[in-house]
């Protein structure tokens, strides 16, 4: 047989040998297309599939590699059965069809992670002769069918299925499928040939047992095979071989005496034989003694190992003080550096000094040269004249206007609409390139978008469906219902959009129903494999549904999809544009952040029973809502574009007070039903415009242990200490004040006289300099709370905002959340703390900054982010609650980071260990920032801080520049969600 080529023609990886890929199956086209999927992801390209049809309809099959005949690029041989002849069959005719370097054997329903090919061939290519094959770990995945589709019941994680593969474990039980091995081609002559076609359905079983008798096998450490096991089900020939597996018990029985039992009784009997013949000889003396002397001499290659062990472990040490005596050099050449600087800004200021004195006012012309002169030097400092050139070129004038702004320390006033023409223009150049990248696309679904219509103005509802026709992406339908207009003008206009485009489906209501009824009646024209919901005035851009197509074909298993959107007033002006955060559950709960341009998977819309009456101005938001009890977060796709036009007219939704307050009362009754459907101890509380998901405490609330860290300032630790205990109303909680060195006699005083008065504070000494984090997890092992709370010293709770460690309490008992962060204020009552946006801060080195701030304590803020709880990347430790167990997973803060950066740190870990992180500006407190610590203005700490921030970008660099929760279309410089200039999202074809 002539050997197989690469599966596509761009070589992609390195060809380290050609895999057979034998899939056997019988009338399962829907399994089927998924396993095909699944092969055609694989990042490895040099593989051959043969189907082995073992007596199913040709037809199915033949459809699908037709379908899928781009991927497969002809290499694939199919072999058809008349008749079905059995899985060991199917396999041997596989085998024999192809000649390959490597084989593997599955059934119809299971799948791969995209790396398994590329991670089994490469460790098996570099494995020694002797070793014959790979098996990787399983995830193993309960389904049942239900009628064509296959619904997911649960996911089972089957990594101690591949703990032990001797032979006599795999012999006791037949722990894991063919699609996790990965066998040299040359192993099935070497053990004397194929499948036992004598042993129905057991064959793999039989043949990995002769397998394991001449060749070993190596573990892939990893999960990169899924094993699909239907529910009442046996595999490919659950319902066709009914015989074979009837005889299972008989054939592992027959397998089992062959391979274990037989084995056994074969090594008793030796056993038996050299007891008896050591009865007359010293032959089984000497064998102790050689076992001695040989273990002897394992003793010393210990005693060896380790005495080279503690050589190492020395050089260690030594290249380890080497590194340290080379640190402490550029410390002080850094130290150095900011000592000059700062002798530069004394210099600097008594210049200007001298220049605003009043001897020098008769020189105020002069002055304003030298000004002048000294911004045209900073400007210069910005970049080269070819820099420039460089940001006109790709920024146009708005990019230089804002650098040069930077520069200066002023802030650019640039307008969306700007923007918009800057960045979210698309040109001709744009769709050309988009039909290219299009034509690309393994994967076509048709979205049908389903669009309610009433009594619209024609020209908006023109416009409406004009947007839609001029979509590059033509696998597409638009399905309308109108709701019994009585304006005449909508009928003809329908009729006649229907007839100049087949994509274009009516439906005419002959009553009027509202928009819930009249979706539901657009919603029965759909047959798109996915839906897009559009009101009748709104606009797509030309690259909406390209979009969402592209991120489809990224991620097949995607369910629901959702956009940016922005508002557009009569006269096509845009603004308003909402910048969204990717998936994030607890904001949703409180405002329809899905909203537009939202996708939504076909069958998931019909499992939750489409749109609800009654509902009617929040029926996409009780949609949606109903949709996610049916799937998983990791199927939610945000795309960062604006792909979606929401027309403000006067009757809509945007601008309409009457429209707003009939959907905010139709939002309050979908989530008051989606918090008893999913039975949480929870009640909404609506706060027009938007709304709180209210926790509840268990009956009896754990201890919650509180840290305050202080060094003397007997001010503020003082009224920290007393404003909780006069000011906090949740019933069980411990102040924990660590005295760091205090020397202050008068605080010293107040430590024993708080103390002894009130029984739930403790004073912890700790001697050693200053170091936040060492301080807290040194405070967190004496803590008796099962929730810890760290607490700066400049906090403090006004009266009124008692509810704020019940409210954190509420939100950091639920299991899945990690850290708690609060509200912060600063004295005068705007916003410190609204949670902290990652990457942002300064334009070198950037690491994270605050959201929110200095708006005024009851300012909603972007989009309500100021005002509603919502899942962060990281939250301040100022004022942080976290669980004690979850504290000591991540092994407490980092000691390496003593002052800056700790808690963003700290929170980054905790997320890295799958917990989620919380803001909520339900609990509020008022923080003096700094006021005991001061602020990092000496060059020692100049130099601490750049070393922390340095620290900081070599670990979470990554993270850092792709906070989820925080739109890369916004401000990164200075996250105050403005509009970046240039954003850092870019268009799908433009990658």
């Known amino acids: 047989m002539p050997k197989a080529s690469p599966a596509t023609p761009a070589e992609t990886n390195e060809n380290l040998g050609t895999v057979a890929v034998i899939t056997r199956t019988k009338d399962r086209p829907t399994l089927l297309a998924r396993a095909l999927r699944s092969l055609t992801q694989q990042t490895y390209s040099h593989w051959h599939l043969v189907i082995v049809n073992d007596g199913g309809a040709p037809e199915p099959v033949e459809k699908l590699i037709t ?441 005419f209501r002959t009553e009027n129903g509202h928009i819930s009824a009249a979706s539901n009646s657009a919603l029965a024209l759909a047959s798109g494999e996915f839906i897009a919901l559009m009101d009748h005035d709104d606009l797509l851009p030309p690259h909406a549904l390209a979009s969402i197509a592209h991120a489809l074909n990224e991620n097949p298993e995607l369910d629901l999809l959702y956009s940016d959107e922005d508002k557009m007033d009569a006269k096509g002006m845009r603004y308003d544009p909402y910048f969204k955060p990717d998936w994030n559950p607890d904001l949703f709960l409180g405002q329809n952040m899905f909203s537009h341009l939202g996708v939504l998977r076909h069958s998931l819309v019909e499992k939750a029973g489409g749109f609800r009456t009654g509902y009617d101005g929040s029926q996409d938001y009780d949609l949606v809502l109903r949709c996610l009890e049916h799937s998983t977060p990791e199927k939610i796709c945000h795309i960062p574009h604006i792909l979606y036009h929401w027309r403000a007219l006067p009757e809509s939704t945007a601008s309409s007070t009457e429209a707003k307050d009939y959907a905010f009362t139709a939002a309050t009754k979908a989530l008051k039903d989606a918090v008893k459907r999913r039975k949480l101890n929870a009640e909404i509380v609506p706060q027009y415009p938007y709304h709180r998901l209210q926790w509840k405490l268990p009956a009896q609330p754990p201890l919650i242990s509180l840290i305050i860290p202080t060094r003397n300032g007997l001010h503020l630790v003082k009224t920290a200490v007393e404003s909780i205990l006069n000011h906090t109303d949740y019933p069980k909680f411990e102040i924990l004040i660590v005295d760091n060195q205090s020397d202050d006699a008068a605080t010293l005083a107040w430590f024993k006289e708080i103390a002894t008065a009130e029984k739930r504070v403790r004073i912890l000494p700790y001697d050693a300099p200053f170091n936040f984090s060492a301080i807290n997890n040194f405070a967190a092992s004496k803590a008796k709370g099962s929730i810890i709370g760290l607490i700066n010293n400049d906090i403090e709770v006004k009266q009124g905002n008692g509810g704020w460690l019940r409210e954190m309490a509420s939100q950091v008992l639920r299991p899945e959340i990690g850290c708690v962060g609060a509200k912060l204020l600063y004295p005068d009552g705007t916003v410190q703390h609204g949670g902290i946006a990652l990457g942002t801060g300064t334009a070198h080195e950037p690491v994270a900054a605050h959201l929110s701030l200095h708006l005024p304590s009851d300012a909603p803020g972007y989009f309500g982010r100021a005002m509603l709880t919502s899942r962060m990347m990281s939250v301040t430790a100022a004022c942080l609650l976290v669980r004690k167990e979850v504290f000591s997973a991540v092994g407490g803060l980092d000691e390496q980071l003593s002052v800056a950066f700790n808690d963003v740190d700290f929170c980054l870990r905790v997320h890295e260990k799958g917990f989620h992180n919380l803001f909520t500006p339900f609990a509020v407190l008022t923080h003096h920032e700094s006021a005991s610590r001061g602020l990092d203005t000496t060059p020692e700490k100049h130099a601490r801080l750049r070393g922390e921030v340095s620290y900081m970008r070599r670990r979470w660099a990554e993270t850092l520049d792709n906070d989820p929760y925080y739109n890369p279309n916004l401000n990164h410089i200075q996250p105050d969600f403005s509009p970046a200039f240039p954003p850092k999202a870019r268009k799908f074809w433009k990658r």
């Open 67 to 507: 379908k899928y005949q781009t991927q497969l690029n002809g290499h694939i041989t199919v072999i058809h059965h008349k008749t079905s002849k059995g899985m060991e069959a199917a396999s041997n005719a596989g085998i024999t069809a192809i000649d390959s370097d490597y084989v593997i054997i599955h059934d119809d329903d299971d799948s791969w992670h995209p790396e398994f090919l590329m991670q089994s061939v490469s460790t098996l290519h570099a494995a020694p002769k002797h070793v014959g094959g790979t098996v990787c770990f399983i995830e193993k995945i309960m389904e049942k069918l239900s009628g064509a589709r296959v619904e997911e019941v649960s996911r089972e994680d089957c990594r101690d299925w591949v703990n032990d593969l001797s032979l006599w474990a795999v012999a006791e039980q037949n722990r894991f499928p063919p699609i996790s091995f990965l066998y040299r081609r040359s192993v099935f002559k070497t053990i004397g040939g194929m499948y036992d076609e004598s042993l129905p359905v057991q064959g793999d079983w039989e043949f990995n047992l002769r397998f394991l008798q001449k060749f070993d096998i190596i573990r892939v450490p990893k999960t990169l095979a899924y094993y699909h096991h239907r529910v009442g089900g046996s595999g490919v020939y659950a319902n066709t071989v009914n015989d074979g597996i009837l005889k299972h018990q008989e054939h592992n029985e027959a397998i089992r005496n062959r391979y274990l039992r037989g084995d056994l009784s074969e090594k008793q009997a030796g056993i038996g034989f050299l007891i008896n013949q050591a009865r007359g000889d010293f032959e089984l003396a000497q064998q102790v003694r050689r076992f001695y002397a040989q273990s002897q001499h394992v003793r010393n290659l210990e005693q060896n190992i380790t005495a080279l062990n503690a050589t190492i472990t020395q050089q260690k040490d030594a290249l380890l003080q080497q590194e340290q005596h080379f640190t402490s050099e550029l410390s002080a050449a850094e130290n150095q550096q900011n000592t000059l600087e700062s002798d530069n800004d004394r210099l600097r200021e008594s210049l200007e000094a001298i220049l605003n004195s009043r001897s020098w006012k008769w020189m105020r012309k002069a002055q304003r040269l030298i000004e002048k002169a000294r911004k045209f030097k900073l400007l210069l400092k910005l970049s080269t004249w070819k820099k420039i050139i460089s940001i006109l070129r790709n920024e146009g004038v708005f990019g230089l206007h804002r650098r040069v702004c930077m520069a200066l320390g002023a802030s650019p006033d640039i307008d969306y609409s700007q923007w918009a023409q800057r960045f979210d223009r698309i040109t001709e150049t744009d769709k050309q390139q988009m039909a290219r990248a299009i034509s690309q696309f393994g994967l076509n679904p048709v979205i049908s978008i389903v669009m309610p219509v009433y009594n619209v103005e024609a020209q908006y509802l023109s416009a409406a469906i004009a947007s839609v026709k001029a979509q590059t992406y033509p696998h597409w339908e638009l399905c309308i219902a109108d709701d019994c207009s009585p304006a005449k003008h909508i009928k003809p206009l329908l009729e006649k959009a229907m007839a100049e485009d087949s994509r274009i489906k009516i439906a």
